[in-house]
């Protein structure tokens, strides 16, 4: 089964920071870009980070460049976001997200989804 598992959320306080992991099991990521997206309730889901499939390549939304820092294990299979000086507005559920060749626009069409995980910020 091809399937995408982030993990790594959970709760912390304001300017505290986190690790998110996505592990990739019956494929391998070497061909696919991977990308970051986050979904807070009542908002649309917006793209946080994409790496290219070497790790050669980053980009970052303008909220979260500086903060966090998306990095590739190829050999192990996984995708991560470290993510530093977190803030109560960075509360939302993560998700990791395949695409084949190359990051494109968020809002290009990914082949693969995980199925989230919680990031609460909050004191």
């Known amino acids: 089964q091809l399937q995408l598992v982030e993990s790594g959320g959970g709760l912390v306080q304001p300017g505290g920071s986190l690790r998110l992991s996505c592990a990739a099991s019956?494929?391998?990521?070497?061909?696919?870009?991977i990308g970051w997206f986050r979904q807070a309730p009542g908002k649309e889901r917006e793209g946080v980070s994409c790496i290219s499939k070497r790790g050669g390549s980053t980009n970052y939304a303008d909220s979260v460049k500086g903060r966090f820092t998306i990095s590739r294990d190829n050999a192990k299979n996984t995708v991560y976001l470290q993510m530093n000086s977190l803030k109560p507005e960075d509360t939302a559920v993560y998700y990791c997200?395949?695409?084949?060749?190359?990051?494109?626009?968020?809002?290009?069409?990914?082949?693969?989804w995980g199925q989230g995980t919680q990031v609460t910020v909050s004191s």
């Open positions: 997200a395949a695409r084949w060749m190359s990051c494109g626009s968020y809002y290009s069409p990914y082949d693969y």
């Open positions: 019956g494929f391998t990521l070497d061909y696919y870009a």
